[in-house]
């Protein structure tokens, strides 16, 4: 077994990427243009781990993700992270957003809110768009005030963030309006 590298696999949305180690997931990235870019910005990402075949807990976080992005409302709560360097904020930020379920949403208010500051939500919504490991920490569930879209990192921007919601049948927690 490796203790350390990436793979690629296939999903309804396209080819993402994982990354792992000793502790855990280091990272996911969700697709890019195409699968070569995808491999291309995981080697950028860990360029100390070479593409290999995962172990046997990595693959089972692969098949869990997989489900998801196929529309299993899946919890991917099971997935143990590696969050080494990773500053404290950010980590109790994608716990609470860890604990959102599929096919429901929050706001970044409400996420700073529950942190203790309503003022945070620019600091949540910065700690989202960080994020190493979308769609298990799932940042696309976390919507602007007003259950307005917000922005999303990954490529194909706000576009690809409305796709895995519909995928989830998502609908809003907050005092929102439907988002579909």
Not at 38 to 54: D, K, V
Request: proline content about 8%; overall charge neutral; aromatic content about 6%.
């Amino acid at each position: 077994m490796n203790p350390t590298g990436f793979a690629l696999f296939a999903t309804a949305i396209g080819a993402c990427g994982i990354a792992w180690g000793p502790r855990g997931l280091v990272g996911v990235q969700l697709p890019e243009s195409a699968e070569d870019a995808t491999r291309a910005r995981m080697a950028r990402r860990f360029p100390a781990r070479g593409e290999c075949e995962p172990p046997p807990e990595v693959q089972r976080a692969i098949a869990s993700i997989r489900a998801l992005l196929d529309g299993e409302p899946l919890d991917l709560a099971e997935i143990q992270l590696d969050q080494e360097g990773i500053s404290e904020f950010h980590q109790r930020v994608y716990a609470i957003a860890r604990r959102i379920p599929p096919g429901r949403t929050r706001t970044y208010g409400e996420i700073a809110e529950e942190l203790g500051d309503k003022g945070l939500a620019r600091a949540v919504g910065q700690a989202l768009g960080l994020n190493p490991f979308a769609p298990v920490v799932p940042c696309h569930r976390v919507l602007a005030a007003g259950g307005k879209w917000g922005g999303f990192s990954a490529h194909g921007g706000a576009a690809s963030k409305l796709r895995m919601l519909a995928i989830e049948g998502a609908r809003p927690d907050s005092d929102t309006e439907p988002l579909f």
